[in-house]
């Protein structure tokens, strides 16, 4: 019987040892959204977040065609640490969530039929708020349009 308790005391010992570091709260969220020019080679780069991706093969899935790359990129991070994507005419926002040395597509959230004419991003913890010029805010999470956002 006492043996039995020393071993359990030992596991219990062993595996809370063994758990990860863990600090929480944590709040990845940028306060606004940064406006980027992507070169022609379609690389996108932020400095002050040291960010960089190709955005060529997200063009390609939103036109089909990737050889102008030079667009302006509207990037935007949330409090979970998903980046929100988008350009001037392209129909949808990207999510992405990070990888081994990747942003990897967690969600592509449709917007406009026709294409957005002024997209904007801006920090409405938990939520990232989209504006498209004149029209209604849209609210998003990394799921899609949360309920009373449009």
């Not at 595996?15 to 992507?38: M, N, Q």
């Not at 960089?52 to 409090?79: C, H, K, L, Q, Y």
Request: aromatic letters at 8%.
């Amino acid at each position: 019987m006492k043996f039995a308790s020393i071993a359990i005391v030992l596991l219990l010992v062993t595996i809370t040892g063994c758990s990860p570091l863990s600090l929480k709260p944590a709040d990845f969220g940028w306060p606004v959204e940064s406006v980027l020019k992507a070169d022609s080679k379609g690389m996108v780069q932020e400095n002050r977040y040291q960010l960089s991706f190709n955005i060529r093969p997200m063009i390609f899935a939103e036109t089909g065609d990737s050889t102008n790359a030079s667009i302006i990129v509207r990037v935007i991070r949330d409090r979970a640490g998903y980046y929100f994507i988008t350009a001037q005419g392209f129909k949808h926002v990207y999510v992405f969530g990070t990888g081994d040395g990747a942003l990897t597509l967690e969600s592509k959230i449709m917007i406009s039929e026709t294409g957005l004419n002024a997209p904007a991003f801006n920090a409405r913890p938990p939520h990232v708020q989209l504006l498209n010029g004149s029209g209604r805010p849209v609210l998003l999470s990394k799921s899609g349009i949360q309920e009373g956002g449009e």
